[in-house]
């Protein structure tokens, strides 16, 4: 008789172990409490993150959290003595010898987290509206190499989160991933007030004027009384929709402790965890990114997803509103 060979490593192998568990904390759900959500679509979404700063982190986190596997970060900056404490995936070292690359850093946290995670960092710089760039050969070709090197990863990315300080930062990735057909999760932070919000896509060329996707009928109820009532997911407007001019230098004659964004420690939090729930929501939705807007007329009616509503755009106005005690 020949020896026999048992493979322990579905119940030996940490790796393995930590997959299998992770996979399990989702799977409770859908047995337990929505047996409907799509898992798959979540696991499988590729998603770049624009910005490893405070919103990055927390929306990796909760990517990891929904068992996203492929994490892309972008990110130009170092890490410096007051991220840690806000970031939470940074740490003190990362600050010493002026600091790691945000980027870099971020993606091989993760991987020290979840060794199942596909994350890469990109330590580049994204041109910017009213950022000129220096005529030098150099300047210019390097700004070319970035566009160019920002165009291939939103081809390359099923989600595109756009999490920058700055409001002119967010413009050409917005134009490129529109043009892509790409799904857009825009977060933004104030000191007490935050916008998350996902972008329009455009419709199909094979579409008429005034169809929507063929798979999802518009019945009257589906248009609603109001004027913003159930938009369909191809009139949605982007973040610049509503702009008299273009995007411009917004830290332009601002003194240094006003060029970085003042929030409420928590606030990044909250805001990264609704982007991603967003995406969540969206993903599970038949029609993808193309979903029609709920409104909050919508609350009282059946959901359209198993998760709930799928809205254009959630904001708040932190420890304003009203709550039941």
Known sequence: ???????LSECMDPKRLAESSVDLNLKLMCWRLVPTLDLDKVVSVKCLLLG???LGCNVARTLMGWGVRHITFV??????????VRQPLYEFEDCLTGGKPKALAAADRLQRIFPG???RGFNMSIPMPGHP???????????????EQLEQLIESHDVIFLLMDTRESRWLPAVIAASKRKLV?????G???????????KKPKHQGAGDLCPSHPVAPADLGSSLFANIPGYK??????NDVVAPGDSTRDRTLDQQCTVSRPGLAMIAGALAVELMVSVLQHPEGGYAIASSSDDRMNEPPTSLGLVPHQVSDLEMKSQFCT
């Open 191 to 201: 000191f007490d007030t935050f916008v998350v919000m996902r972008h329009g896509l």
């Open 117 to 119: 995670v596909n994350a």
């Open 75 to 84: 990110d130009n900056a170092k890490i410096s003595y007051s991220n840690p």
């Open 1 to 7: 008789m020949g020896p026999r060979m048992v493979n």
């Open 185 to 189: 999760i825009n977060a933004a932070l």
């Open 52 to 54: 490893a700063g405070t």
């Open 133 to 147: 760039v220096n005529f030098s050969s150099v300047t210019v070709e390097q700004a070319r190499r970035d566009v």
């Open 236 to 241: 949605l407007g982007c973040y610049f929709c």
